[in-house]
Each structure stands twice: as C-alpha cells, then as structure tokens.
Nanobody, 121 residues
C-alpha cells in the first residue's frame, strides 16, 4: 500500500521553529510531485508549497521566506523547515503526492494523516 506519514509537528511559541517530515512507503517519491498543505477546522486544505519530480519548487502561500521545502529521494522523504512561526501558521499540515506536476489545489492522489502544528504563547 502506498502511504505517506507526516511527523515532527508540535507546540511552539511564536518565533520558534519546526522541521516537518513526510516519509513515503510502498512507493518511490522519485517520480512524484510532493506538496505540503495545511488545514484549519471548518476549512479545506490550502496549498503551502510543492516540489515537482524534476526538483523544481513552487510556493502557494507567501511565507515571507520563513518556510523552506526540500526532498531527499534517497531517503524517500520530504521536509518543511518552518522558522519564525506565527500563530496564523497553526494548522494540521499534510503532505500529498501525485504524478508528476505540482498543483495548488488538493488534487493529489496519496495523502498522509497530517501532523498538528500549534503556535501559541
């Protein structure tokens, strides 16, 4: 079974940092676009960023340089480094994968279960 598992979310104070991880199993990320989405209660998932199968990246929200998305095909993982976090960043963060191109809408074929990020003082 093709699975994605997010981890390393948590509770941080404003200005803090988190490095989210998305691990793939049952398939290889090499030929997939991989994206980060986030969701708050009562609303749909909103795209954060995506890395295409060719390694090119695109941002779907203006993080003001605070977020950096990366992938490691050898480890079959992708990451979201988040610095200088703000309360507005509080959400459940999901990773998704699809062949082969990035899309800002939640039209990805494989999804993880999500990891909670809470930014609060």
């Amino acid at each position: 079974q093709s699975l994605l598992v997010e981890s390393e979310g948590g509770l941080v104070q404003p200005g803090g940092s988190l490095r989210l991880s998305c691990a793939a199993s049952g398939f290889s990320l090499e030929n997939y676009a991989i994206a980060w989405f986030r969701q708050v209660p009562g609303k749909g998932r909103k795209g954060v960023s995506c890395i295409g199968s060719n390694g090119g990246s695109v941002d779907y929200v203006d993080s003001e340089g605070r977020f950096t998305t990366s992938r490691d095909n050898a480890k079959n993982k992708m990451f979201l480094q988040m610095d200088n976090l703000k309360p507005e960043d509080t959400a459940v963060y999901y990773c998704g994968a699809r062949r082969h191109l990035c899309r800002r809408d939640d039209v990805y074929d494989i999804w993880g279960q999500g990891t909670q990020v809470t930014v609060s003082s």
